[in-house]
Each structure stands twice: as C-alpha cells, then as structure tokens.
C-alpha cells in the first residue's frame, strides 16, 4: 500500500505527524482535500494531515498511469504581514530531500499560475491544488514516484520530497522573474520508498509435540532494511507436495484456502523467532516472507517441510527409525534378559539403601 506522509505547519507548528522533525513553518496552512473516492488503498482521507508514504507497490500506477490516485491538496494563506495582489505569479515545483525549497533558482515547475483579483488567495478562500489553477495539471501519485526513476532498476530507499509552493509578488514584470524566500511559501512533504526487504533466508524449523518452532532472519548487508513484520504461511503438505517442495516455484503459488498466516509485529530486527500450533504426524510446508515499516514486503522464502511428534521419555520411546512410529515401542527382549535387566536395577536400589 501507498504511504505517504504530508507536513502540514503553520507559524511552525507541525499538525500531522512526521519521521523527521522538520516543520514548514511557511505563509501557507496545506491539508488534504476531500478524495473523490475511498477504496481502502487511497493515499489520504479526507480529514488527515497524516498519510501513507508511496510504496513499491505503487509502481503498477507508473505502468498502468490509468490507476494512479490524485493528490489534491487545500492551501490557505494566512500571513497578515503580506498582502497579495492580482498579476502575482504562483509557482509550483518538486524537489528532493528535506531541506528548505530552494528559491531565487526554482527548479523545474510543476504548474505556473497568474493569480487574478478573484483568486481565491487574494480574497483568503482555499486554493485547491491543482484544480483551481487556470489549467488543470494531473498532479498525481505517479508524479512522484517519475522523481528519480523511483519504478526504475534503483529502488529509492526512504526518500523526501517536497511539493513548493512559491509566490513571486512582483509577477511578470520583475527583471528576476522568480520566487524569493522572504515572499510567500510553504510545503507539503511526501515519502517515497520503492526498496522493498531482502527475502527471508530459509525458515529453521523445529519439529516439537504439537507444534512447529520456527526462526526467521534476512541478510541485512544487502540494503539495510529493518524488518517491523514477518508474515509465516504454513499448509499440511500433500505427499506429492512434501516431495516436490525444492522445485516449487513459491508458496505465493498456494490456493489461499489451503493457508495459515502468522504474523509476528512490533519488531526492528533482521531475525525473529515463533512457534505454530500443529497437529502431530502431520507434514507441514512452511514458507516466510519480510516487510518493512513502510509496507514493503519481501518475495518468499524457501520452503522447507517439517512434521510434528509426539514427545516421550526414555521409557515410552526408542531412538531410531521403528516401523511402529517414532514412540510408543520397544525392542522386543525375551523374557531371561528382562529377568536379568530387573535383577541387576534390585540389586543397585539395595546397595543404594547400604
């Protein structure tokens, strides 16, 4: 799912939560606008400054453009020390990292806007970015993740960008032509991670009475990725599964009926251990896969097969392969041996009692 985090401040005041602690602390008070629709994956609902950051799975909307969300946000301005005026030019631009917007040099515009005397920033109404400008922009989820070539062979780990928003009040007729830090501005704040975990080295399994021990851990050298959430598939194992289970391509092949998941949260480490109820004699197939605090989720592990037995002393079991199971047999002894083992344990217990 899409994550993506906005930084919404006013006379430095952060009013959703961040990641980092930097503020805007800009001219303008940006929210959310209301989505048009809610499909349970939209980035932002209407009444949060706290959003998703954009993940690796938004990448289908850089592939199919016809599924990306838009982004809509509400600008206000609120400085009384400044007043705008019809011809100001409103500028608009994107840019990496999370320091200041860069002003005096703007970087490559998203939208350019010549603010009228029925702008809703000269008379103090909303400005709905971007459906209030002269020509409507598609500003979008795939806007963002085209940054950097973030769907590309690189992955982007955790990146920030902002969304500038930039007042020249001199407008076209300034020689400069561009905004200064000391005119309005402000900036909506946004998260982009498209690396997704290293998949889990294969489960070590354990075979206990009743239930199966397993431990879980990734190769965290590859990229540095700490995993808050492992995902555990189990499924009973058919013989020609059990058989099969190295040439199996991936347990994501699994008819979802046929799995259990487990889930092991509210960690921040490269290794995590847990145990599954299981039914003893059964063969089980156990996959794993690992998913980072941004909702990035690793391909799957190996699969490894493991059964179930019931556990028993020395007396019940017999070490070995037996034909009659793994308990509940002995080695069949004729009657003077046993005479002679029962002998030999009365005769230590009567020296034990000397």
């Known amino acids: ?104 040099q703007v970087p490559e515009l998203i939208a350019q806007h010549e603010l009228s005397a029925l702008d809703p920033l000269i008379s103090n109404a909303t400005f709905d970015f971007p459906d209030d400008l002269n020509t ?79 431990a879980l851990e990734i190769d965290d050298t590859s990229n540095g990725e700490i995993i808050s959430q492992w995902e555990i598939w189990s499924k009973e194992a058919t013989e020609t599964s059990e058989d099969d289970t190295q040439s199996e391509e991936s347990c994501t092949d699994w008819e979802s009926t046929d799995v259990s998941v487990d889930t092991i949260t509210g960690l921040t480490e490269t290794s995590a251990s847990s145990e599954l109820s299981a039914e003893n004699g059964k063969s089980y197939q156990i996959c794993a896969f690992a998913i980072d605090h941004l909702g990035n989720r690793s391909s799957a592990s190996p699969i490894v097969s493991v059964t179930p037995r019931e556990e028993c002393d020395f007396i019940e079991c017999y070490p070995g392969e037996l034909k009659t199971g793994y308990c509940g047999a002995l080695p069949v002894l004729n009657s003077i041996t046993w005479l002679a083992l029962l002998s030999f344990g009365c005769f230590l217990r009567q020296r034990r009692k000397k």
């Not at 932002?44 to 799975?57: G, M, Q, V």
């Not at 979008?140 to 590309?152: E, K, P, V």
């Not at 000391?182 to 690396?195: C, H, L, R």
């Not at 294969?202 to 009743?210: M, N, R």
């Open 136 to 214: 409507v922009i598609a500003f979008d989820t795939t806007t963002l993740l085209n940054q950097d070539d973030a769907c590309g062979e690189t992955a982007l780990n955790e990146t920030t960008y902002r969304l500038c928003f930039g007042i020249d009040l001199s407008g076209l007729t300034a020689v400069d032509n561009k905004v200064s830090a000391t005119e309005p501005n402000g900036y909506a704040q946004f998260k982009v991670d498209t690396s997704i975990p290293t998949a889990p080295l294969e489960p070590d399994v354990t075979a206990l009475d009743g239930r199966i021990g397993v």
């Open 1 to 104: 799912m899409l994550e993506l985090l906005l930084i919404a401040a006013l006379s430095h005041t952060v009013l959703g939560q961040t990641e980092t602690d930097t503020s805007s602390g800009g001219d303008f008070t940006i929210t959310w606008a209301a989505p048009t629709t809610y499909d349970g994956n939209l980035d932002c609902e209407a009444t949060s400054t706290s959003c998703k950051p954009l993940n690796a799975d938004a990448c289908s909307e850089v592939t199919d453009p016809t599924t990306a969300r838009a982004i809509e946000l509400n600008l206000t301005y609120t400085s009384s020390t400044t007043i705008i005026t019809p011809t100001s030019q409103l500028y608009i631009w994107l840019q990496k990292g999370t320091g200041s917007c860069t002003f005096d």
